[in-house]
């Protein structure tokens, strides 16, 4: 017994959780690529099919409308049928969906009503996707690592604006753009099926040896949830929602989500309209920020894990980068006084930088909810994030029509970004994991 123990000991530790992480990466850049397809066409095909602002801007909004709505019973269906099923299942229907857009100008005088129709069902697809990754990141890591992992999933909505932007604009100038939507949803039913074939949970992973198992468990990784849920009750519900914590982190999370939802939706059109750019120009430039947002994501995980390490509480190495980021995010209100192309976009990016570095809402819902409920609490949490993508779409349409410029647009987000850094500072409080939550 004592020579097999000590051969466990010098076992090498596998790296499983490495490749599912890369695998959550992927899926989550084709996520964001995915909402992006309609802000990249926006320009061409409010020509093409005669949309004006306030059109555009319910469009933009079908998405958020779905998505958030479908935040509860995404996290229902996630504890029930578990991340690996439920996000490759997602993924394959989101997928499809972005393709069919592509054909919307088929329907004549009903193209919008089709338009907003997919949208809608494409965020009732999209919607378990978060709190899938969520979940997948508290099963395949330890807490020193958790952080890093959720800022590697999360940078992927800047690392798909970066990388992605240039193509499908260049794709929208060269073909059209129906092909940005045939496009990337071919690749995403591909990337759906690679999913089903191998990702896994740790209880179900034969690649994964005893040293990596012994290492996850031991760090605080639950890799033996507790079993699935057929119900949830309101009792459960009601815990989780009125906790003063949680609120305070949902009010956060709105704010964060309405400065993405900013650079998903309107950024391209901003830069057409109100600094004179064509198409082409602006696949480069929105480019930018989105780089800066990839790195600020990555430098708030890894500064979120090593103040952890050096001995500092979850609550100041959480909540840190949370605040700072949100604070320096507010920066952006400062492109309506400058006149130079050069410094907006520096403004946009040291925004964009800073939304980053906060970006770890997902880490501490998955420090701090119950592990009997982790799907319903993310989606709680999703549900009033994302709240912002309905609000923020309208909102910068309706400021934009009434006010004809993007100035108030600018001014909403910045002051939105204050708003968030004082409610993690003020009402959240002390970070910690909620108790179990009540059955009945």
Known sequence: MTSHSSSDSREPRTRVRWFILSMVFLVTVFNYVDRATLSIAAPAMRKDLGFDTMTMGIAFSAFGWAYTAMQLPGGWVLDRFGARLVLGCSLLLWSVLTYLQGH????????FAVLFALRFLMGVAESPAFPCNNRLTVMWFPGRERGLA???YQSAQYFALAVFTPVMTYTVSAWGWH???F?????????????????REPAQ???MNEAERRYITEGGALTAMPERQSEVSWAQLRAIAANRMMVGIYIGQFCLTSITWFFLTWFPTYLIEAKGMSILKVGLVAAIPAVAGC???IVGGLCSDWMLKRGCSLTVARKTPIIVGLTLSSCIVLANYVQSTQIVILVMSLAFFAKGIGNLGWCIVG???????????????NFCGNLASIVTPIAIAWMVKEKGSFDAALTYIGALSLLGAFSYLVIVGRLQRLEATPQA
């Open 183 to 199: 496009t990337t949803g071919a690749v995403g039913v591909l990337l759906g099926l690679a999913w089903l074939r191998f990702i």
């Open 295 to 297: 790195v600020g994501g």
């Open 179 to 181: 092909y940005v939507f």
């Open 104 to 111: 919307v100008d088929l329907f004549g005088p009903s193209a």
């Open 150 to 152: 959720t800022s590697v």
């Open 367 to 381: 420090d701090v909810s119950p592990q009997r409920s982790l799907g319903l609490s993310g989606g709680v949490f």
């Open 205 to 207: 992973d034969p690649r």
